[in-house]
């Protein structure tokens, strides 16, 4: 399964963009992973303060678990139409405009005297997310020759990963010593730190003018991007049909001490974020062959974990291996939006953004409806099922784009 096709239109692009940079801006790409970090952190601080924030905004903590699903559909809405709405407006620009939206939704959530304040701050973090990450790609394309693109990409998920590592026991270790309030006033110094070092090292970068016409889902109609597509929905649902019920499959099946449990976690994460140092190098030997093979093993593993389900050592050894590989996956498919859609990468990034955020909401959903109703073996069958589906179409994608490869 060749790579040509992708690198070839990479590299057509950049010799024909006139906005490309004439040498790779890495401070730009490590303010932006800086941004990225910053984002996460606080677009997923309230999973470890709902209990503080419910008694002092006087709801439940439903309610106040509503403000990330809010955050999330924004996020949504915003990768779908945030190409188009912005038009000609220079990207620098909009990413600092995404960017200090940021630092405007954690002063506002830190400072709000209501639930509904409290959702306005929500809803300014989900369209700062969804704009920023739609952008993403496009940006990388611009910033780095076409060859260090993957790395810059997975540079990007780096801070992605750091962030899902320590943002819920910082947050939580924060809202005991400060309070719920001054653990969202500690984003803003990281808020405002990266504003200010992409606005001096991001170049200037005009709204490119290769755009296809048709708008947003032109790009639907190539089978390649439509089978990409799926294959991404698919991963996500997969990997978060698994992930979002690990804690209780730890604590009612491999009955681990608490102790032990938020070791395993931390494993977890830690492993996540060596996969996204390492996922830089394995692109290298090819991007379909990584695409399929990371959901085939985690399918292996989730298939493991309902025969080994009771032994800690194994189970603990099996989700680090997870964390490794589903971590490091996000890099590989914002890679394969860049390489397939070099000319098009905003609307690109864009429908990737929207494809996972509403594929995490449906998998963790089933997910739960399984859990619920058959119990875990159930969903995590199901999150096998998903993955090997995904492998099976990211195959076919490969193949589609060895035929264009051809001559």
Known sequence: MTDQTGESSLNTFHQTSPHTASAAAWSGVLAMTLCVFALVAAEFMPVSLLTPLAVDLQVSEGLVGQGIALSGALAVLTSLSVSTLAGQINRKALLLGMTALMVLSSAVIALAPSYPVYLL????IGIAVGGFWSLSAATAIRLVPV???PRALAIFNGGNALAMVIVAPLGSYLGTLVGWRGAFFCLLPVSL???????????S???SGHHRKGGLFSSLRTP???IGLLAVGLFFMGQFALYTYVRPFLESVTRLPDALLSLTLLVIGVAGFVGTLLVGRWLHHGLYLLLTLIPVLMAVIAVLLTVFGSSAGLVVSLLALWGLVATAAPAGWWTWVARTLPDNAEAGGGLMVAVVQLSIALGSTLGGLLFDL??????FVLSALLLML?????????RLAGRTAAP
């Open 121 to 124: 701050g929500r809803a300014l």
């Open 147 to 149: 060859g260090q693109v």
């Open 193 to 203: 730190l990266a504003l200010l070092w992409q606005a001096y090292s991001l170049p």
């Open 205 to 207: 970068l005009p709204a």
């Open 224 to 226: 390649q991007v439509l």
């Open 374 to 379: 058959h119990g875990y073996r159930s969903t």
């Open 390 to 398: 995904s492998a099976l179409l990211c195959g076919l994608c490969g």
